[in-house]
């Protein structure tokens, strides 16, 4: 049982006046930013101390990923999941969504097909035709308060130039953490088709339904692992994406070469600080993420809670990840984020998603400013309550 006691994501950390990109936003105005993916709590006390170690050091020339973070990644991996996971194997990143791009332009030709499934992460949207590839956009349904993949519709919506599919999992915005039998259908109709999967798991140890493991798409078995691209970093789970570190894991050999080729003279490498955080992150924070983890339970539940008493918006259970997606369709509202920043919150609008009439609710920050903002919403709600 970890010792969870002693971390503080209670105290307000004045993010103000620190060129927080959340917190900018809303310069000089009373709105609380509940928007972008990160926390508004300290990082880890041992990744703060080994930025400050490294930072002492004084150099910092261009920098090489350090065996001693490869090795603890190696570890990780085969802890955490049991994912033997060879060294050669990694690509270390500046970032998960330069990976995305990466990948789009790794696989297949111009003109050719990306699929995802939406509502999604914004970058998946616009990562193919970066790349002037066509993306193909398959909706999730939402059955039973859960949402899931519809593999009928994406096996129709393949279509003989479909190279890629990229997956988030676990699924940001709709916060599920896949089953092995949802994957496995996915990896099968991949398999089928030769379609290559980019599988984005930045946020697979943010997984608050203890029920749910998070399960790596290569490790289904060695066939869908040569042909996936894992992308996975310390940024979310440990609040240091300012400091730009990922890595993917790519198994088979030629794929591996084609993704690297595609880096080439255009990706830089990961910062030393990056790597520093990284290492701490994944081999001296195991207590902090548990604490996280149990905070984030708590604030996901004040959510889910006050979503409820409000009757024209409904929510979804979320198993991963400290964001909610919240379905405000009922209230009629033609931009559902423009109306609760009017009413001092600021969320993502579900457009960007591609799936209007919702917003993305980050509830990652100290619960005193989450319940602020919860009363706020329900406030305005009652007003258009009201009204209607
Ligand atoms: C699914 C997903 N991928 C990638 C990212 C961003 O990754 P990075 O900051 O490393 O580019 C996010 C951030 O919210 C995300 O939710």
Request: aromatic content about 8%.
């Amino acid at each position: 049982m970890a010792n969870t006691a002693h971390f503080d994501f209670d105290t307000v950390v004045e993010r103000r006046g620190t060129a927080s990109l959340k917190w900018e936003k809303y310069r000089g105005r009373d709105v609380i930013p509940l928007w972008v993916a990160d926390m508004d709590f300290r990082s880890p006390p041992a990744v703060i101390r080994a930025l400050q170690q490294r930072v002492a050091d004084g150099v910092f020339g261009y920098t090489v990923a350090p065996e001693e973070l490869t090795a603890a990644v190696v570890a990780m991996l085969a802890t955490r999941y049991d994912w033997k996971v060879n060294p050669e194997w990694l690509v270390w990143l500046p970032g998960l969504v330069s990976g995305l791009n990466v990948a789009c332009r790794a696989v297949g030709e111009v003109g050719e097909d990306v699929m995802t499934a939406v509502p999604v992460y914004p970058p998946f949207l616009t990562a193919p035709a970066h790349s002037r590839r066509n993306l193909i956009k398959v909706a999730l349904k939402e059955k039973n308060n859960r949402w899931q993949f519809d593999f009928d519709l994406l096996a129709q919506s393949i279509t003989p130039a479909t190279r890629l599919f990229i997956l988030c999992n676990p699924h940001n915005p709709v916060g599920r953490v896949y089953t092995r039998d949802e994957l496995a259908t996915l990896a099968a109709i991949c398999r089928k088709h030769d379609i290559v999967i980019c599988s984005d798991e930045i946020h697979c140890d943010l997984i608050l339904d203890g029920e749910k493991r998070h399960i790596p798409t290569a490790m289904l078995d060695p066939e869908t692992s040569a042909r996936t691209i894992t992308l996975m970093a310390p940024s979310k789970t440990f609040n240091v994406p300012g400091l730009g570190c990922a890595f993917a894991v790519i198994s088979e050999e030629n794929l591996r070469a084609r993704f690297k080729k595609a880096m080439a003279g255009i990706v830089p490498g990961v910062n030393a600080l990056g790597y520093a955080a990284a290492w701490a992150a994944f081999t001296e924070c195991a207590d902090w993420q548990a604490a996280l983890l149990e905070y984030l339970r708590g604030n996901r539940d004040a959510v889910a809670q006050a979503v409820a008493r409000m009757p024209l918006l409904s929510m979804a259970p979320v198993e991963a990840t400290y964001l909610a997606w919240i379905d405000a369709r009922a209230a009629g509202l033609k931009k559902p984020a423009a109306f609760f920043e009017a009413a001092g919150v600021g969320l993502q609008d579900g457009i960007e998603f591609d799936a209007p009439g919702f917003v993305r609710l980050n509830f990652g920050c100290p619960r005193s400013l989450l319940k602020e903002a919860l009363d706020r919403m329900a406030a305005a709600m009652a007003d258009i309550s009201k009204c209607s």
